[in-house]
Every structure is written in structure tokens, then in C-alpha cells.
């Protein structure tokens, strides 16, 4: 089955600073790569995703990339601010509307004012 | 903006005991899961449901769980027989039809097995 490996497990930056989490997965079938932001005991969030037909995507701070040759993605969050402070997972999963997401480990983001 | 929700909130039940945990859905969506994240540590899949069965379950997914969609709203997870170890946050999610893939999280349910 997949498995998806995330790092860091903690991640520390000044306020406005620039913060990258990247991953990597074993199935070259998966397709679809979320990425969820989840505060303390809050759900997860779905803040951006990105299909294996696409190299990149962005939304205003963030921004995604996929290597499908390799099998990595990254998170890169830009001009990072307090509330980004959180938990963030990304995910893999296959085709298809039922398929499951299977998660990384997570990474703990700390914005330090 | 339609939600994911779930109840209760927090369960506390002791070992051996059955729990019913309830989620509704977003009303146009087909597809349904169960996930569970222990304290601290990933979400990681249960089972997925559509069209009134399951279609796939992890290995955590055993004998002791079931799911039903029991009416058009509701989706449940049952733990015939709980375990110290089941103590997590279980969380329900449900996607549109095949073609969209984004999965939306209800609040979860924390539950205490003692």
C-alpha cells in the first residue's frame, strides 16, 4: 500500500520568513495530493491540493510542487504569519472518488512573532 | 458552507462496551469515510463506504468495527467491543461523486475507552 513520508516533524520560523514541509510517496499510482492544516483539536483542513497532471499550483502564500518522477511534493508557505501555526499533513491518494487519502506523519509549524 | 458533522463530541466508555459513533454527511456527496488520528500522531484511514457497501478498509478496519448508513443521512461507525487502544479521534469525511476528489472532515469524535 502507500506510504507517505514527511519532514520536518517540527518546523520553527520568524514571522515573514518563508517555510517548506516536503514529502515524499511510495505508490506511483496515487494521483491526487492534498495537504491539510489541522490546529489542536480542531479537524483536518483541506488548505491546497494538486493533481498529478500538474507540476505546481499556487494560492496566494501557498504553493505546491510535484515531482512525479521522483515521487516528492512540497509545501512552501510564504510571508508566514502567527495563524499559520498548526499541524500540517499532506496526503496521497489514487483515482477515483473512493479511494482512501493516506497521510504523512505531519509537521509541527511554529510562527514566532 | 455546507459541513461534515459528527456526534457526540467526546465519548467516554469503558472496555468491552459498544460504541455508536454518528456522522451526517454533506447531503449531495456519495462517498463516506471513517479515520482515526491516536493523540499526536497521523489520521489514518479506516474504511471507505459508497452505494451502501464498503469499498475499502485498512487493516485496523477488523471484525470488531462495522459502518451503516442506516437512513439518507446518517453514517455510523460501531465498535462491538472496545479496547484501551481505540482510544483516539475518530473522524468522518465524505466527498462528491468520482471526478472530484477533495474529502471533507467533520469535527470528530473523541472517544475514551477507561
Known amino acids: 500500500g502507500e506510504n507517505v513520508e514527511q519532514h520536518p516533524s517540527t518546523l520553527s520560523v520568524q514571522e515573514g520568513d518563508s517555510a517548506v514541509i516536503k514529502c515524499t510517496y511510495s505508490d506511483s499510482a496515487s494521483n491526487y495530493f492534498p495537504w491539510y492544516k489541522q490546529e489542536l483539536g480542531k479537524r483536518p483542513q483541506l488548505i491546497i491540493d494538486i493533481r498529478s497532471n500538474v507540476g505546481e499550483k499556487k494560492d496566494q502564500r501557498i504553493a505546491v510542487t510535484l515531482n512525479k518522477t521522483a515521487k516528492h511534493f512540497s509545501l512552501h508557505i510564504t510571508e508566514t504569519q502567527p495563524e499559520d501555526s498548526a499541524v500540517y499533513f499532506c496526503?496521497?491518494?489514487?483515482?477515483?472518488?473512493?479511494?482512501?487519502?493516506?497521510f504523512g506523519t505531519g509537521t509541527k509549524l511554529q510562527v514566532i512573532p | 458552507e455546507p459541513e461534515v458533522t459528527q456526534t457526540p463530541s467526546h465519548q467516554v466508555t469503558q472496555m468491552g462496551q459498544e460504541v455508536i459513533l454518528r456522522c451526517v454527511p454533506i447531503?449531495?456527496?456519495?462517498?463516506f469515510y471513517w479515520y482515526r488520528q491516536i493523540l499526536g500522531q497521523k489520521v489514518e484511514f479506516l474504511v471507505s463506504f459508497y452505494n451502501n457497501e464498503i469499498s475499502e478498509k485498512s487493516e485496523i478496519f477488523d471484525d470488531q468495527f462495522s459502518v451503516e448508513r442506516p437512513d439518507g443521512s446518517n453514517f455510523t461507525l460501531k465498535i462491538r467491543s472496545t479496547k484501551l487502544e481505540d482510544s483516539a479521534m475518530y473522524f468522518c469525511a465524505s466527498s462528491e461523486r468520482s471526478g472530484r476528489y477533495e474529502q471533507y472532515f467533520g469535527p470528530g469524535t473523541r472517544l475514551t475507552v477507561t
Open positions: 496526503a496521497a491518494s489514487g483515482s477515483g472518488g473512493y479511494q482512501k487519502v493516506t
Open positions: 447531503s449531495n456527496h456519495l462517498y
